[in-house]
């Protein structure tokens, strides 16, 4: 796609990687845009990978999802799945023998240690904690247990979990949204890294993957700042065990996507699902294009732009860290202009899906595709996303107007039917093009004092089933003298019922 601007910085390596647990949702998608136009902007890697490691979650219906979904958007990867790569298998699930060998190799260096807790013991710990006003976090009861006292808990057949030791001083690190920020050891106390049952957590895995991986920076959003200390000092830990080539990345958490009332928009948020927006008919182009507006502009006077240009202006410190919210109206509009600036042919082709089954209510034998194409330049002017090309089309194609009441109920009134009349026989003398079927409607408008706009309202319903739709004598024209006649004739009918 986009090609990266004048100085580049190849050594930057990002990675989008998500879990493939239902639908992508638009704030994951947002996640996605700002690591590949990073990584595109300065000529750098983007790595794609797949956190696959909860098997109760995880699908392959999923994955094929996410493939999908990043094909649509056109977002292309460097390395990951289908691309491979030098740190090839990318998906977690196949790199559980690294995890081990690493989780085994940081206990061995005091970096990690047995946690026999129960659950029941670490709640009761954590509500006494709380009861005296002091941090509910682990509080470290298994760091430093005697050979004695581990023999002890394996003989009462204990399970246990791995934690990362951390370390007794604050954390500091800029944040490249956020500025320097500081975590004192009380807030971050140390963390499961490995689960009884022996599968290694997020925690573990990611830091691993980015050591491995050698990733430079790290954007994701803001709900997992409070995970970036201990992955901090967990990649410390990881260099000194030879994990990695002993760098650790930049960090850049993107602002929340708030929905409805205040609150974070979730996947659980109907507006929220990608599908939604493929199924409405919204365009890569004008999705990708809202969705960068949610934390970051181009310029504060221009709402407007290409995938392309974002690429060329993108840069992370420009990234706003208070909230951001979705608005689907301004989404629409976005989307709108980008069908405008579409060439036709690419629109044509591009409403394609919603010209057939299931989506168009028509008999597919009754689509004709010139009429179509002579009236999509006009349809372009006014849908705002693909699918409401069915509903601005469609009375050329049905047998007789899927007729909207409220429509009929505003422009049927009292001398309707005497306007239909005389209109009826001006359109059935005029020569077929759209300025004589115009002199028509207007010359019977005039014959019951009335100006266009009052006298094309009937014309309309009767011959498009709605108030509102495509300019009505381009449409005439279109559709024909004998199917025109018709329809005016069964509105003549059902008024005279």
Not at 342 to 369: G, M, Q, S
């Amino acid at each position: 796609m986009a090609s990266a601007p004048s100085g580049t910085d190849p050594s930057v390596r990002v990675r989008f990687c998500p879990s493939p647990t239902g639908n992508p949702h638009v704030g994951l998608v947002r996640t996605a845009l700002f690591n590949w136009a990073f990584a595109r902007h300065h000529g750098g890697t983007l790595v794609f990978r797949i956190e696959d490691t909860d098997a109760a979650r995880d699908s392959e219906e999923s994955y094929g999802q996410l493939l999908d979904a990043m094909r649509w958007l056109g977002f292309d990867w460097d390395e990951g799945p289908e691309a491979g790569g030098p740190h090839a298998p990318y998906r977690q699930s196949q790199r559980m023998d690294i995890y081990a060998d690493a989780a085994r190799r940081l206990q061995e260096a005091g970096h990690a240690y047995k946690c026999y807790c129960t659950t029941e013991e670490l709640d009761a710990r954590r509500n006494a904690a709380r009861a005296a006003g002091r941090p509910s976090g682990y509080d470290g009861k298994c760091r430093a247990l005697t050979q004695q006292e581990i023999a002890a808990y394996d003989a009462e057949q204990r399970t246990a979990i791995v934690r990362f030791r951390m370390p007794d001083e604050p954390i500091t690190f800029t944040d490249l949204v956020r500025g320097e920020l500081t975590f004192t050891p009380e807030n971050v106390p140390d963390f499961g890294i490995v689960r009884a049952n022996g599968a290694p957590l997020y925690t573990l895995v990611n830091p691993v993957d980015d050591a491995l991986m050698e990733i430079t920076h790290v954007l994701r959003g803001e709900d997992l700042l409070s995970s970036t200390p201990r992955q901090i000092a967990l990649y410390g830990a990881l260099a000194e065990i030879g994990v990695g080539n002993g760098s650790t990345p930049e960090f850049g958490h993107l602002p929340y996507v708030m929905g409805e009332g205040n609150k974070k928009l979730s996947k659980r948020d109907p507006e929220s699902s990608l599908n939604l927006y493929r199924e409405r008919g919204f365009v890569p182009e004008g999705l990708l294009n809202y969705l960068s507006l949610l934390g970051w502009s181009i310029a504060e006077d221009r709402d407007i732009f290409s995938v392309e240009e974002m690429v060329a202006a993108f840069d992370i410190a420009d990234v706003n860290a208070n909230p951001a919210r979705f608005d689907l109206k301004k989404c629409e509009a976005v989307n709108a202009t980008h069908l405008r600036e579409l060439e036709t042919k690419d629109f044509i082709a591009r409403c394609e899906p919603w010209l057939t089954a299931p989506h168009a209510p028509w008999r597919p034998e009754a689509f004709d595709r010139a009429a179509f194409e002579a009236l999509a330049p006009l349809a372009q002017t006014r849908v705002t996303v693909l699918s409401d090309i069915t509903a601005n089309v469609d009375f050329l194609f049905l047998d007789e107007p899927a007729v909207d009441e409220a429509s009929w109920a505003k422009a049927m009134k009292e001398g309707s039917a005497a306007l239909l009349r005389t209109a009826r026989a001006k359109l059935a003398a005029a020569d077929w093009s759209t300025d004589a079927l115009k002199d028509a409607v207007v010359a019977a408008g005039e014959e019951h004092g009335l100006k266009l706009g009052k006298a094309q309202a009937p014309v309309r319903v009767a011959v498009t089933g709605r108030t509102v739709g495509l300019p009505l004598f381009e449409s005439l024209e279109v559709l024909g003298r004998e199917r025109t006649l018709a329809r005016v004739d069964a509105a003549l009918e059902r008024l005279a019922a």
